[in-house]
């Protein structure tokens, strides 16, 4: 049974940096898309990054190009979002997901498989 559990989330000044952390277990595929997501209230669901297994070819949202990083470690079966230079409208639930094969679009509906979220503020 696939697991995503997020991690790292919490409130932090503009400018400041978070880092968060998405656990997968028991995923057992080699071609696959992880993507980050984040919804604020009253608004729909957005992507934010994304990252290709085959490669490791990353993906951003032009609200977060050039602030916002997204790696995995393998190793630990674990993605990560390095979060520079926040903004107060990057408050948001944040989400991990994935999707077996390609980066091919970045709809919320082509990804299978969530996590729970971890919530980011920041404070002007």
């Known amino acids: 049974q696939v697991q995503l559990v997020e991690s790292g989330g919490g409130s932090v000044q503009a400018g400041g940096s978070l880092r968060l952390s998405c656990a997968a277990s028991?995923?057992?595929?080699?071609?696959?898309?992880m993507g980050w997501f984040r919804q604020a209230p009253g608004k729909e669901r957005e992507w934010v990054a994304g990252?290709?297994?085959?490669?490791?070819?990353?993906y951003y949202a032009d609200s977060v190009k050039g602030r916002f990083t997204i790696s995995q470690d393998n190793a630990k079966n674990t993605l990560y979002l390095q979060m520079n230079s926040l903004k107060p409208e990057d408050t948001a639930m944040y989400y991990c997901?994935?999707?077996?094969?390609?980066?091919?679009?970045?709809?919320?509906?082509?990804?299978?498989?969530w996590g729970q979220g971890t919530q980011v503020t920041v404070s002007s």
């Open positions: 997901a994935a999707r077996i094969g390609g980066c091919a679009g970045f709809q919320y509906n082509f990804f299978g498989y």
């Open positions: 028991g995923w057992t595929y080699s071609n696959y898309c």
């Open positions: 990252i290709y297994s085959g490669g490791g070819s990353t």
